[in-house]
């Protein structure tokens, strides 16, 4: 396996972080039909967390590490930007090799934390580098009110996800339910959901390209 960014993972957090797990009933799905014969590539949307690397070391692939929430805190992404100028910016955050396409999208609960220009800008940059058989996760919410917790996930198996609290302030977050989410976000399409005890809902996407 090969890392296309790893810095993240090798920054120290500010205190020791409680792990816990939780069963995914919709991971399996992530992975089913996978052409092992080929190297998978996967975008991870979060930060570099080590059970994730682990987990993908067991594959024949490339994983992108592309810590978008980070960019929003840092006021990299999105200050003062709007329409073509934020296409730009997470075009440049997607400046992959010329022929790459992305098999496996993590998204995570990142979606939330943007609002319908950075929804529209981010759906755009990413659409050149999709695939009709992409697949994504994510968490979406059950409602507008669903309060979403500063946290960061991983994975630990194909059934299992890692949680633990993020180690930084939370953002500002703008839960979307799931009407707004499919006229913003229209590189993926919602096709299965589960909803979890916290009034998330862990969601599985497919390519719309």
Same mark, same amino acid.
């Given at each position: ?11 120290p957090e ?7 797990c939780?069963?995914? /009933?919709? &991971?399996?799905?992530? !992975?089913?039909? %996978?052409?092992?014969n *080929?190297?998978? #590539?996967?975008? @991870? ?38 329409? /073509?100028? &934020?296409?730009?910016? !997470?075009?440049? %955050?997607f400046?992959? *090799?010329?022929? #790459?396409?992305? @098999? ?12 319908e220009?950075?929804?529209?800008a ?11 058989e ?5 968490f ?6 669903t ?13 299992t ?16 339910p ?18 979890l ?6 969601t ?6």
């Amino acid at each position: 396996m090969s890392l296309a960014e790893r810095d993240q993972a090798s920054k120290p957090e500010p205190e020791p972080l409680r792990q816990s797990c939780q069963t995914s /009933k919709l &991971l399996p799905l992530l !992975f089913d039909k %996978l052409d092992r014969n *080929r190297r998978l #590539t996967v975008l @991870d949307l979060g930060r570099a967390l080590p059970e994730t690397l682990d987990f993908f070391s067991r594959f024949h692939c490339r994983i992108h590490v592309v810590d978008v929430y980070s960019e929003l805190q840092s006021g990299r992404l999105g200050r003062g930007a709007a329409g /073509k100028t &934020l296409q730009r910016q !997470f075009q440049e %955050l997607f400046a992959f *090799r010329t022929g #790459t396409r992305v @098999d496996i999208c993590l998204m995570w609960d990142l979606l939330h934390y943007f609002d319908e220009q950075l929804l529209r800008a981010f759906s755009s940059a990413l659409w050149p580098w999709l695939h009709s058989e992409s697949k994504a996760h994510g968490f979406g919410v059950h409602s507008a009110a669903t309060l979403l917790l500063n946290r960061e996930y991983g994975i630990l198996d194909d059934r299992t996800l890692s949680i633990r609290r993020r180690g930084t302030a939370q953002l500002k977050n703008k839960p979307h339910p799931q009407s707004f989410m499919k006229e913003w976000l229209t590189c993926f399409a919602s096709n299965s959901g589960v909803l979890l005890p916290d009034g998330k809902v862990e969601t599985l996407m497919y390519s719309t390209v």
